[in-house]
């Protein structure tokens, strides 16, 4: 009898599953950025340098194709029967190109490859799926190159029940450590700041706390004043040397003060720039109107109060050259008047940043090489392209972009796109020569061959490639940047690239960020350890309490804009942690502790399988080289956990962080 209820369950049970409809996705046919998890962008139905998909001569009409590290991440939930696909180096490769494949589901690696290198016939892949509820899509070149190019050929799920697969769920506690702020006044301002001789001066005095607010000044240097309703110090201080002034901020429950440093010469930016870009917000579909909408929205949300300043413009402000400098003039249908609109925002004690690029044409506006390029001129073989609104560059254009840059009022300059050292320094002496301090930001991935010469050359550097809102981005632009902290300094900032906080559209449609809470957490944190210049991306009207509060600790901001300038350093890593260490101008230490959690070190590191948990973690500070006894401050929490320590133990949540401010204590005798 048993066997027969056996028999019977079996084959109700075949019945059932043969009774499911399956249908066959293909890859391409899905929004492949809502899952990719890598810095790269994956093409759809072509190679990642451009043509038909092909591998050791063999054509695919049907696949991805992936340019270096890749890992590719869905959520089945069950609902897929199997995957399929042929795997291999694509033939426009580099020479000497290998990599691995990997299909992992649930933890469990179901298909590897092997080393496989350019030339290699394809692998096929035919993985069984049931059951699986998350699986990922890996390759690990063996060296990361330009053109380190493989391909998932013909790749397909077979689905169940007509479902599609979807991205991984984000459902991370979005815990809040920071309190408000306090009603009483608090100056959040850059305690130094520097200008040029003869140069407009432009600083605010930005401070938290009930309004109104009055400011005050003294020991102001000759030829700038204070406006005490909006705290704007403007002028033009013509003496170089070294200034000191205190600041006040008052209102009904007290007053503050701070003390700034002011020191004119020829340094500027002696703290990392801070505000906002519109890329990840708008990309191409920037606009006057959302331009001064987010600048309302930093003032608006609270931003502008701990510190916030810049708005920069990126790429697709541009319309043609001409105007009084022959310069690179805005497209009118976009910024009807741009003088007016940066007017507004400077009253507004904001900054205004702008995107240029030393090629004859934007990054996203390619219209062709410098063969279309005549004496400065365009030719007419790109005129219907300039009318079709692309957004043409320039090309020896510095001195007369710089002049006309300068006249707007531009305070940043975003230099984008194929910049070599002639280029990049031609631009460095045109700005310097304008009549205006603008912040001189290299925009594109920096050799590290040349770390010193952009630091000559610039105030900030792009230390990467463009960073994308996901885990395996984000460590590569700062986990592995320890390298580069020793070129970072007063006037001369590494840049990790833009915030991917918020909503944000990098590289698919504007959605909520794809790091987890703690994630985020270790973002902000990491970015301040290393005095990088802190640009958010998303639309700031958007900012929801969480990310507002991410985003507004004046401890954390305070760390990225210490004065000393002396970025932090990765001195530890041990049990899966990275500790970075800060030195800070009052003779404290700023201190984070990571739970990378393996990152890396495995193929099932590079995805999020949903049952991580936290990890405690003891820090001999000794092991860090701070020796003694040290007061202990949660900077997130703004609050002291311990009076006299020389150790501390931290319970980190998976990729989570914690952030510690470290104040000596001396010895009693």
């Known amino acids: 009898m048993k066997k027969s209820v056996t028999c019977l369950l079996a084959i109700a049970l075949l019945a059932t599953v043969n009774a499911q409809t399956q249908t066959a996705v293909y890859l391409d046919e899905l929004a492949i950025p809502t899952f990719n998890e890598a810095i790269p962008s994956v093409s759809l139905k072509t190679t990642s340098g451009g043509g038909t998909i092909e591998i050791n001569r063999v054509r695919y009409e049907r696949g991805l194709g992936i340019h270096g590290t890749s890992a590719i991440y869905f959520f089945l939930d069950g609902k897929a029967r199997s995957f399929t696909a042929e795997v291999g180096i694509d033939d426009k490769a580099v020479e000497g190109t290998v990599s691995r494949f990997y299909v992992i589901g649930d933890k469990k690696i179901l298909f590897e490859s092997g080393e496989m290198k350019l030339g290699d016939v394809a692998k096929k892949v035919s993985v069984d799926l049931t059951g699986i509820k998350r699986l990922g899509l890996l390759i690990l070149p063996k060296e990361e190159s330009q053109r380190a190019y493989a391909n998932w050929a013909n790749a397909q799920f077979v689905m169940l029940d007509k479902e599609l697969p979807k991205p991984i769920p984000n459902d991370g506690e979005r815990y809040i450590l920071t309190p408000s702020p306090s009603a009483k006044p608090k100056i959040n301002s850059p305690a130094i700041f520097g200008a040029t001789p003869g140069?407009?001066?432009?600083?605010?005095?930005?401070?938290?706390?009930?309004?109104?607010?009055?400011?005050?000044?003294?020991?102001?240097?000759?030829?700038?004043?204070?406006?005490?309703?909006?705290?704007?110090?403007?002028?033009?201080?013509?003496?170089?040397?070294?200034?000191?002034?205190?600041?006040?901020?008052?209102?009904?429950?007290?007053?503050?003060?701070?003390?700034?440093?002011?020191?004119?010469?020829?340094?500027?930016?002696?703290?990392?720039?801070?505000?906002?870009?519109?890329?990840?917000?708008?990309?191409?579909?920037?606009?006057?109107?959302?331009?001064?909408?987010?600048?309302?929205?930093?003032?608006?949300?609270?931003?502008?109060?701990?510190?916030?300043?810049?708005?920069?413009?990126?790429?697709?402000?541009?319309?043609q050259r001409g105007g009084k400098y022959n310069a690179i003039q805005p497209n009118p249908d976009k910024f009807p008047d741009f003088k007016a609109m940066v007017d507004t925002i400077h009253a507004k004690g904001l900054k205004l940043g702008l995107y240029s690029t030393p090629w004859i044409s934007s990054y996203v506006g390619k219209v062709g090489g410098s063969s279309n390029f005549i004496n400065g001129a365009y030719t007419d073989s790109i005129e219907k392209d300039k009318r079709a609104n692309r957004y043409v560059g320039k090309y020896r254009f510095e001195k007369e972009d710089a002049l006309q840059m300068a006249e707007w009022g531009v305070d940043y300059l975003k230099y984008d796109w194929r910049i070599d050292l002639n280029s990049a320094e031609r631009m460095s002496v045109a700005l310097k020569q304008s009549g205006r301090d603008i912040l001189y930001s290299l925009s594109n991935s920096a050799p590290f061959a040349l770390a010193k010469d952009w630091a000559r050359i610039a105030n900030a550097w792009r230390t990467g490639p463009d960073i994308r809102d996901n885990w395996l981005s984000l460590y590569v632009s700062a986990f592995t940047l320890d390298k580069w902290m020793p070129y970072g300094g007063p006037g001369h900032w590494n840049d990790p690239d833009m915030m991917i906080l918020g909503n944000v559209t990098t590289g698919s449609k504007l959605h909520a960020t794809r790091l987890t809470p703690d994630e985020q957490y270790s973002h902000v944190t990491l970015f301040s350890l290393q005095s990088a210049p802190l640009l958010i991306g998303c639309p700031i009207e958007q900012l929801d309490d969480f990310t507002l509060n991410l985003l507004t600790n004046s401890e954390v901001i305070e760390i990225d804009q210490d004065p000393l300038g002396k970025p932090g350093r990765l001195l530890l890593e041990e049990n899966d942690m990275q500790v970075w260490v800060k030195p800070l101008e009052d003779g404290s230490y700023a201190v984070g502790v990571f739970n990378i959690n393996g990152f890396g070190k495995t193929p099932q590191s590079y995805f999020r399988w949903g049952d991580e948990q936290p990890r405690s973690y003891e820090l001999d500070l000794s092991r860090i080289g701070l020796k003694g006894k040290w007061k202990v401050r949660d900077v997130w929490r703004q609050k002291d956990i311990a009076v006299s320590a020389d150790r501390i133990t931290s319970t980190i949540r998976h990729h989570g962080s914690v952030m510690y401010r470290l104040f000596p204590q001396k010895n009693k005798k």
């Open 199 to 319: 140069n407009p001066f432009l600083y605010t005095i930005l401070a938290t706390g009930e309004r109104p607010m009055v400011y005050e000044a003294s020991g102001l240097p000759k030829g700038i004043k204070l406006d005490p309703a909006t705290g704007i110090i403007s002028g033009t201080v013509k003496e170089r040397g070294n200034y000191t002034a205190i600041l006040y901020a008052k209102n009904k429950l007290g007053v503050a003060s701070k003390t700034l440093r002011i020191k004119i010469g020829d340094t500027i930016a002696l703290t990392p720039p801070i505000g906002w870009n519109g890329w990840n917000s708008w990309a191409r579909d920037i606009d006057q109107e959302k331009v001064l909408a987010s600048a309302n929205a930093m003032v608006k949300m609270g931003l502008q109060s701990h510190g916030w300043t810049y708005i920069n413009i990126d790429d697709a402000w541009q319309g």
